[in-house]
């Protein structure tokens, strides 16, 4: 495998489905080496190019998963020889809980006749209050990612992009807390949450 598939599956994997220039942007690359590392990746029947309506991009096949879960493996197996990952993992959870529960409290104000009303975001004091959270969050973060990227340097940049989506959140773009089509803070926080389940080999509930 060359130098330039390995952030490139990894990429696929944190999106999910994206384009080339997306995909390029996650794994650090210029496009036209992402492009030719996808092309091989594709050849070796680790990624499909598929379409939905006008959409088009790249997702990992099985054989993909499952090798660039082997490929993770190796890279802890050399950095995390004393298990550090696992308790930094384990400062995660709770912090992921905070998480959810802010971007609930994003979509959703509760009121006397309605538990599950939309939030319209006319009571500053409620939004005020999340963004609060998000803040705080975001300090957590930072100390979080520095652990990670101590133990894995790839982990760097997850705590700077939380922190520009929550900067345009609180300057009145709405989107940029939970929005899936933009680099917002809940995009950002479910990518890495991800990263951390592949490199670990686990799945999201633990298992």
Same mark, same amino acid.
């Given at each position: ?23 390029? #942007? ?19 029947? !680790? ?10 991009? !790249? ?11 082997? #490929?993770?493996?190796?890279? =802890? ?10 308790? #930094? ?18 979509? @959703? =104000? ?63 773009? =709405?989107? !940029? ?11 950002? !926080? ?11 080999? @686990? ?5």
């Amino acid at each position: 495998m060359s130098s330039t598939q390995v952030p490139v599956l990894h990429a696929v994997r944190l999106l999910g489905f994206a384009d080339t220039p997306e995909v390029a #942007i996650r794994a650090r690359l210029p496009v036209q080496e992402a492009a030719t590392a996808l092309a091989d990746a594709e050849a070796r029947g !680790w990624l499909q190019h598929t379409g939905f309506a006008d959409l088009y991009g !790249w997702s990992l096949t099985d054989a993909g998963r499952t090798e660039g879960e082997r #490929i993770l493996a190796l890279e =802890r197996q050399r950095a995390d020889g004393d298990g550090g990952l696992d308790a #930094i993992y384990a400062a995660f959870l709770p912090l992921n809980t905070r998480l959810l529960r802010a971007c609930t409290d994003w979509q @959703i =104000r509760p009121t006397p006749q309605e538990p599950l009303a939309v939030n319209d975001h006319d009571d500053p004091v409620w939004d005020r209050r999340v963004l609060g959270e998000l803040g705080a969050l975001s300090h957590d973060l930072t100390h979080l990612v520095t652990r990670l990227a101590a133990v894995l340097p790839r982990f760097a940049g997850y705590d700077d992009r939380f922190q520009t989506a929550l900067q345009r959140a609180q300057a009145g773009e =709405r989107d !940029w807390v939970d929005r899936s089509d933009v680099d917002s803070c809940h995009r950002v !926080w479910f990518e890495l949450h991800e990263d951390l389940v592949a490199t670990l080999g @686990i799945t999201r509930d633990g298992s």
